[in-house]
């Protein structure tokens, strides 16, 4: 079974009552660059978004670069507004990033879209923590499970 009949598996999976659904697509970069999956879901659970007609959508990205090392991004938008945090494992590639972001949320705001982005040193466990705690959220009760493949 390859990785991409595995996140067909998970993302037929209906969502558990109370639960978004949660759709996982692996990502993958040119030259070898490095990998990854995200996770995309809508939540329009809560009654103040319903009565304010509006659907939260979160999206995670699990990466692992080359360069950069582990990196984490959650971004949550509502309506034309992004909120996100990137989370990298250390300190000067945090910086670095820190620096682009400037630019790249005035590429957002160009295209219609307020922004709120930061960048932040987390470690490797707390990153991977995030993941797992998402991929035993969208399976809790269901009965089936994700096959966790290192290569």
């Known amino acids: 079974v390859n990785l991409l009949e595995i996140h067909g598996v998970v ?5 558990m009552a109370g639960h ?5 697509l692996p990502c993958f970069f040119a030259n070898q660059a490095g990998w990854g999956e995200w996770f995309w879901r809508q939540d329009s659970s809560s009654s103040e978004q319903e ?3 509006q659907n939260q959508e979160e999206l995670f990205f699990f990466l692992e670069m080359t360069v950069l090392g582990p990196i984490t991004i959650k971004i ?5 507004r992004l909120v996100g945090t990137i989370s990298v494992s250390m300190e000067d590639n945090a910086a670095f990033i820190n ?4 630019a790249f949320s005035r590429r957002l705001e160009a295209l219609g879209w307020h922004s709120q982005l930061h960048c932040q040193v ?4 707390a990153m991977h923590e995030l993941q797992h705690a998402l991929l035993a959220e969208s399976q809790a009760g269901s009965g089936a ?7």
Do not use: C, F, M
């Open 20 to 24: 978004p659904q949660l759709l996982i």
């Open 122 to 125: 987390k470690s490797i466990k």
């Open 145 to 151: 499970g994700l096959v966790d493949v290192q290569a």
């Open 11 to 15: 993302n037929r999976q209906p969502p």
């Open 76 to 80: 949550t938008l509502v309506e034309r």
């Open 51 to 53: 009565e304010q007609h």
């Open 99 to 102: 620096t682009l972001l400037p």
